[in-house]
């Protein structure tokens, strides 16, 4: 009667060193077929299957657009939503919005296909799309089912008041005899980056927090959820997403948050719908301007002190009044990603001996770079680390890939070395690449071990079945002892017991 | 001060986070070489403890126009794409030990012993300070400041000068000479005054011209100060054998009265002058310039040591060194082959009469004729503690007697500390230079040379003479060769330990890849090829199976002489397989491509040695510069067994020349799957085959090649295939690089004759 046993990792790992069975070195064949699946993998189609950078929506608009249709036409109460809707439109659809304004009659769509060129119906359509996802479009059928589009009502009427009086904020900038001396661009600038950037390590749980924010613990949990993985009993870590999420860069980032803040809305009892009509609302705000507090309803009043935490605003007191002032992070909110790709310098730069020099003097850029080197001195200004094998395996345990790694390196880059072909020295490169394998050359397979066959004919019947039907992974003849795959478990079951 | 003490003291430690068992093991095995450790890379295991976090420094307005950071704990960094890069190079290089020197950023360390160079080049407290800090895009912490304090407040004051054959010890301040007399060891070394011998306080009085210091251009406007005035000098005398230990005890670590040893040449009217200038078409490069600029800074001779990498031309230097002191020289080298290539260059570079320099060896026992002259010799020539000839006892009783102007010491990072010691002790010099292109610096026994010889006095940065086109520009490279499945199995099984090398350097996989480059180089490129082997079995079976010549220890310098010519000639002959007798001695300018199958474990000075050999600049100088026709014109391989001891060692091989800013590209895919059957051990049988033969080779018979200098300094170079320990060989036992293993003259570790090979007993018995 043969004994099935669970097959432990550790046994498993016994054949491997004893044998070098199949499973550290893979045969030919196997190597081969690996390679084609990782060139496919990199091939033209990659793009699709490869794991895009998901955490954010890439827009605020995408987020608006989510909302159900009755939210949406709210939102279109506001002229300054629908300003901030036309502005995030591509070319093509805003031109649309201009030449349907005033048109109030549904517009065939077969029609509008006319107004392009064959070429360009791929950008019409998106166009379209877009124009109909947020609903400044509005999709008519006729009796003969033509479909037609309209514009949307509130849109169309609040563009018109707008075009023709132009749009004026629900509150005035107060004086410079109220306010004295207000920070400097300049100032502001660095005041919201140090807001951000305190944020950020909080978000990361460093332990090189100064002063912490007055995000409650469970407003916290919420913006870390889906950035940081915690293991029982351990302390939280960065996961991938969390680790994309801070190569990625401030707008983006806030993007990010800003849709965390507005999806838990309702778990605060506040209408998303009111938040996202004061973000875009601020948006339109002048920067650097005081605007008085006592203008703000009560949920904009507690939003805006969690946007100060953000570096949104600034708060002052004045004597009498208090006021916020917003910051270049809150105008530029409604601006879409594309556009506010203003490229910052770079200050990463790799030497082929694995040392590593970042020119910052940022505690966030010394966390970020400790997640996959490490540390050796902190200047002023400059960083110095080394990349090591122990601190890329520690980056790969917290599911960080290599190519994260490059990338980041790569796109950080210092303008000095950023014209050098490669960016990162070549065997750098090579070399987080190699390690990462390194690690993947090991596989585990969840499997069976049968051994005490009654006889050698027994014994062999059963490994020409499991190897029959490829699930054989090793076998033992001399001692009679075979491992299987565990999805053949149960098939294998059924064999020994119909040979008996 | 107490800040500037505990720095002082920390800086030291750095070592010795691996020094307790390496101290140990150095003593036990220290009369068999240089030191070569391989497992401790001091900066790893301690910045590991501690973080260092500057933070706090205050930044300059203007710090983007500075080149360089300085830390409190010594560390610099410094930029290379400054304005400023050169002269701060050029600043850092003379106060401070390279760590490492890649492409943009260069990392310096302050040491004690950099600061005694800097001082011995005449570079004073208050300057290295000010430039400092001038260059540095921070305040200085008041750490360095201290720290440079204290360690320079006593440099420069004492100073060991040779004169009519006697030592003194001489010194402008006579209160330091009476801090010395305090101590023991200097007490001892004291030779009384003849005349008084009751007043033991008491100085020799002499008064000596200031120097002049000149001719440095550190920065604009930081000339340094002159001081020409008349010094009273006071002096006394020491015991000639108890200079080295007067010497030591002077260092930081002990009395901190570091001694600068000068030689004012110009001035010696005692020895005779030897008429030899450099010819008109020896043109010293740049840096061959500098390097001696820095010898002769104060129109004096100062002893120390210069670091050029392999064909960089050190000779030249030598040479030229030779040429302005025009006083007789006494020229060392390790072996027969140099000293012949050494007398070579004298002859080239220099007007000097044939007469007037002759070769002192085994075979050549030549005498120079007239006053003064230049003796080429070896290390073990003058060291030998045995019974000699009488022609070799001669020359030797006049090379103990003459006060030599300048010791010319080549190779000085091969040589044993010992040997050194007699070869100081045996030869009165005014000026000594050692040669090198290797000063490992994590070696304690560097330090060794700062009182045997001296400070470094100057160290190229390979990577701008490569862009200069000076030295070749090699593309070094990784091969990784997965092990086979039957040569892993065998790897993995305990009753093989002692063969593990040779199971991961007969991997047949390595073997296709080695010969796959062979072929790829000879045929597509019309390269000469070098393949380096240490394990003899290899070595043998590499060459049987490629029809390749070799050499190794016991090749006879007839055959040896016949394969190299052919090498060099033989449009037929392009690849040849050296063991490890071809690290050092051998010169084959001609070779441009190098494939190492296998070496000794972490030796970091083999591994750059090696690369030397294929170093020298070849084709035109346009072509070679930067951005020039060929990228790359000389190519290093190193081939190692994946999952194998060869991968942990090799990185550590390769950190001296990461250090030097040479990156290693490695290659996972070779050799290419598509070549099948057009390589050798294609098929399982012949793969199984060669394991047979593995496994069943002796244990005597896979053992590392030991190599024996001849106690009277010929390099007859014996093979002993010894069955040591594995451990040894990988050099997990020694910890030391086992070149020169003491001839039978040294005294120490005689074989029992009934263990030595069969060949060889009869030489012995």
């Known amino acids: 009667m043969p004994q099935q046993a669970l097959l432990l990792d550790s046994s498993l790992m016994n054949c491997i060193i004893c044998n070098c069975c199949i499973i550290l070195h893979p045969s030919r064949e196997h190597k081969k077929r690996r390679r084609l699946q990782g060139r496919r993998r990199r091939g033209p189609g990659a793009a699709a299957k490869m794991p895009q950078v998901m955490v954010v929506a890439r827009n605020f608009m995408d987020m608006v657009a989510a909302l159900p249709a009755a939210k949406l036409d709210m939102l279109y109460d506001s002229a300054f939503i629908c300003e901030a809707v036309l502005r995030s439109f591509p070319p093509l659809a805003k031109k649309y919005v201009i030449q349907m304004l005033y048109v109030s009659a549904p517009m065939l769509a077969a029609a509008m296909q006319e107004w392009v060129l064959d070429e360009y119906a791929s950008k019409h359509k998106v166009a379209i799309d877009r124009l109909l996802q947020l609903r400044v479009f509005v999709e008519v059928r006729d009796r003969r089912k033509e479909v037609s589009y309209k514009m949307n009502n509130k849109f169309q009427a609040n563009m018109q008041k707008y075009l023709v009086s132009g749009g004026c904020l629900p509150r005035e900038p107060l004086p410079f005899s109220v306010t004295g001396r207000l920070p400097t661009l300049v100032e502001l600038e660095n005041y919201a980056l140090d807001q951000w950037e305190c944020f950020l390590l909080q978000l990361i749980n460093s332990s090189q927090v100064e002063k912490g924010t007055t995000f409650s613990s469970s407003m916290m949990k919420t913006f870390q959820r889906g950035l940081l993985s915690s293991r029982d009993g351990e302390a939280a870590k960065l996961s991938e997403n969390g680790f994309q999420f801070l190569l990625m860069e401030t707008n983006a980032q806030l993007w990010y948050i800003m849709r965390e803040y507005i999806s838990s809305a309702e778990e605060r009892g506040v209408d998303p719908t009111d938040l996202i009509s004061f973000l875009l609302e601020l948006s339109f705000h002048t920067q650097g301007a005081a605007y008085s507090l006592s203008t703000l309803t009560e949920v904009q009043r507690v939003a805006i002190m969690d946007l100060m935490e953000l570096g949104l605003v600034k708060l002052q007191q004045g004597r009498k009044d208090s006021w916020f002032i917003p910051t270049k992070l809150a105008t530029n909110l409604s601006s879409s990603l594309s556009d506010s790709a203003a490229s910052k310098e770079g200050i990463v730069v790799v030497e082929t001996n694995f040392r590593l020099y970042a020119y910052s003097a940022s505690k966030l850029h010394c966390e970020i770079l400790r997640l996959f080197s490490r540390v050796e001195y902190q200047l002023p200004n400059l960083i110095v680390g080394a990349i090591t094998k122990e601190s890329l395996y520690g980056a790969f345990d917290n599911g960080i890939t290599a190519e994260q790694i490059i990338s980041f390196l790569q796109q950080n880059a210092h303008p000095r070395v950023i014209d050098k072909i490669p960016i990162v020295p070549e065997n750098v490169t090579d070399q987080i690449r190699l390690w990462e394998n390194d690690r993947n050359r090991v596989e585990m397979v969840l499997s069976h071990v049968y051994e005490d066959f009654p006889s050698k004919d027994m014994f062999e019947q059963c490994c020409d079945h499991a190897r029959d039907n490829g699930y054989l992974l090793w076998e033992d003849a001399k001692k009679m002892r075979l491992i299987v795959n565990a999805e053949f478990h149960q098939e294998m079951r059924e064999f020994l017991r119909r040979q008996r | 001060m107490a800040g500037g003490d505990g720095d002082r003291a920390r800086a030291p430690k750095r070592y010795k986070s691996s020094a307790p068992s390496k101290a140990a093991l150095v003593d036990e095995t220290a009369e068999m070489n240089y030191a070569d450790d391989f497992d401790d890379d001091a900066r790893d295991g301690d910045n590991e403890v501690k973080k260092r976090d500057f933070t706090k420094l205050e930044l300059k307005p203007d710090h983007v126009n500075r080149p360089l950071w300085a830390c409190a704990d010594g560390r610099i960094f410094l930029e290379t794409f400054s304005p400023l890069y050169k002269q701060a190079y050029d600043f850092l290089i003379a106060i ?599 496994l069943s080779a002796g244990d005597d018979m896979i053992g590392v090649e030991h190599l024996e200098e001849d106690s009277d300094g010929k390099a007859l170079l014996k093979a002993r295939r010894s069955a040591g320990l594995m451990s040894a060989f990988s050099g997990a036992g020694g910890m030391v690089y086992m070149e020169y293993n003491t001839g039978k003259g040294n005294g120490a570790k005689k074989k029992d004759p009934a263990k030595r090979h069969t060949l060889f007993k009869k030489r012995y018995t």
């Open chain 2, 96 to 694: 401070a030990e390279p760590v490492c020197r890649p492409e943009s950023m260069h990392e310096y360390n302050l040491t004690p012993h950099s600061l005694y160079a800097a001082v011995s080049v005449g570079l004073e407290t208050t300057t290295i300070i000010s430039v400092l800090s001038k260059l540095s895009k921070t305040k200085l912490p008041h750490e360095i400041i201290d720290f440079i304090h204290g360690s320079t407040a006593n440099y420069g004051k004492v100073k060991l000068v040779l004169k009519k054959n006697q030592y003194f010890v001489e010194s402008p301040f006579p209160e330091v000479l009476k801090t010395l007399l305090n101590d023991d060891v200097i007490l001892k070394a004291r030779k009384a005054p003849e005349d008084c011998l009751g007043a033991s306080s008491s100085f020799a009085v002499s008064k000596t011209a200031g120097e002049i210091a000149s001719g440095h251009d550190l920065l604009d406007g930081m000339e340094l100060a002159a001081a020409t005035e008349d010094k009273e000098t006071h002096s006394f005398e020491i015991d000639s054998n108890q200079v080295e230990n007067v010497k030591q005890r002077c260092l930081p670590n002990a009395l901190n009265f570091p001694m600068l040893e000068e030689y004012d040449f110009r001035n010696d009217t005692v020895n005779p002058d030897l008429d030899m200038e450099l010819k008109p078409q020896a043109r010293p490069r740049p840096y061959q310039e500098k390097s001696l600029s820095k010898m002769f800074g104060n129109g004096r001779a100062r002893s120390g040591i210069i670091v050029l990498p392999c064909g960089a031309g050190k000779s030249l230097v030598g040479v030229s060194a030779a040429c302005r002191i025009k006083k007789s020289c006494l020229c060392l080298a390790t072996n027969a082959v140099s000293v012949d290539q050494w007398a070579f260059q004298f002859k080239l570079w220099s007007t000097i009469r044939d007469e007037h320099i002759s070769r002192f060896t085994s075979d050549n026992k030549e005498k120079f004729r007239g006053m003064a002259g230049v003796v080429v010799t070896t290390y073990n020539m003058v060291a030998f503690g045995g019974k000699r000839s009488e022609d070799s006892e001669k020359i030797i009783e006049e090379i103990r007697s003459r006060e030599w102007g300048l010791l010319l010491m080549d190779e000085v990072h091969v040589v044993p500390a010992h040997m050194f010691r007699k070869v100081i002790s045996i030869t009165k010099s005014h000026c000594k230079l050692g040669l090198t292109a290797t000063l490992v610096r994590e070696d304690e026994r560097i330090t060794d040379l700062n009182f045997l010889i001296g400070p470094k006095l100057y160290e190229a940065n390979w990577l701008d003479l490569v862009k200069g086109g000076f030295i070749a520009n090699v593309q070094c490279a990784e091969v990784w060769c997965p092990m086979t499945k039957e040569f892993f199995a065998e790897y993995l099984k305990k009753e093989n330990s002692k063969k593990k090398q040779v199971l991961y350097v007969m991997n047949p996989n390595k073997f296709r890849a080695c010969e796959f480059l062979i072929r790829f180089h000879e045929q597509q490129r019309g390269d000469k090829i070098i393949v380096f082997a240490d394990n003899l079995f290899a070595l043998t079976a590499y060459a049987m199976k490629l029809r390749k010549p070799m050499i190794y220890g016991a090749t006879s310098h007839a055959e040896r002489t016949r394969i190299l010519y052919q090498f060099k000639n033989s449009p037929e002959v392009n690849t040849v397989f050296l063991s490890k007798v071809g690290d050092n001695s051998i010169d084959i300018p001609e070779a441009n491509v190098i494939i190492q199958i296998s070496s000794h474990a972490g030796s970091r000075r083999q591994e750059a040695q090696r690369l030397g050999r294929i170093l020298r600049a070849k084709g035109k100088h346009q072509d070679r510069m930067a951005g020039g026709k060929e990228e790359y014109n000389a190519f290093f391989y190193s081939l190692v067994s994946t999952d194998t001891q060869e991968m942990y060692y090799s990185t550590k091989r390769q950190q001296f020349l990461i250090d030097q800013g040479y990156s290693f590209k490695v290659i996972t895919s070779s050799p290419p799957p598509d070549e099948g059957p057009n390589l050798s051990f294609h098929t399982l049988d012949e793969q199984l085959d060669l394991l047979g033969k593995v």
